[in-house]
């Protein structure tokens, strides 16, 4: 963990500046076979194994991406969330998201994210209500998000409108 806790900026530094604490959440405990317990954290460490997050994303069919643009992305992100499953000395990366800020209006969310072995079980929305709650504390109250067809009535669930007032979201590309 050493080597990836190098690669992210720590607090005190300038790309840390401004940006909400971390902090960990138990959320979840249950039992487990052979008497074990198994608990379910929430965390916004940016302590994140690329290796590992890479995992989640190709296990919903997200395409590959170079690590060096996603360690990228998360050092500059204003905030990253995820989810843990810890059993025993075991701890396994079931869930993540992270937002962009301008740290004082407008927050953006991407890479919104439950392992499928996990998802149906009220994680994702979970999810949603840390991230939100989050970004409220630092006083942001526009969040947008740009969501793939199939979970926009996830979204809905959350209290996001689509096109509000006539709003469109707009792309450009590189041709
Ligand atoms: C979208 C995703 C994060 C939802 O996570 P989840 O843990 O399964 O969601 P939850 O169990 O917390 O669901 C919360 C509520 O949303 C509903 N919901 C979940 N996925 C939904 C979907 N795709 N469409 C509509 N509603 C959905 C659930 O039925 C539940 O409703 P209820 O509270 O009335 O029972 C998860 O399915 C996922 O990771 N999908 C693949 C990655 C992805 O597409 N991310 C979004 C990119 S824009």
Known sequence: MTFWKSLFAAPGTPA????????EILLAEKPYRNGET??????????????????????????????????KAIENSFLVVSLWLERGAQRRLIGFARATSDHAFNATLWDVVVHPEFQGQGL????????????????????TLFADPQVIGFYQQMGFLTDPEGIKGMFWYPR
């Open 16 to 23: 840390a500046a401004g940006r909400p604490r971390e902090k």
């Open 124 to 143: 994702g929305k979970t999810l949603m209500d840390q991230i939100i709650r989050e970004l409220r504390q630092q006083d942001i109250s526009n969040i």
């Open 38 to 71: 198994q608990q379910i954290y929430f965390s916004t460490s940016r302590d994140i194994d690329l290796y590992e997050l890479e995992e989640l994303c190709l296990a919903v069919g997200w395409a590959r991406r170079p690590h060096r643009k996603v360690r």
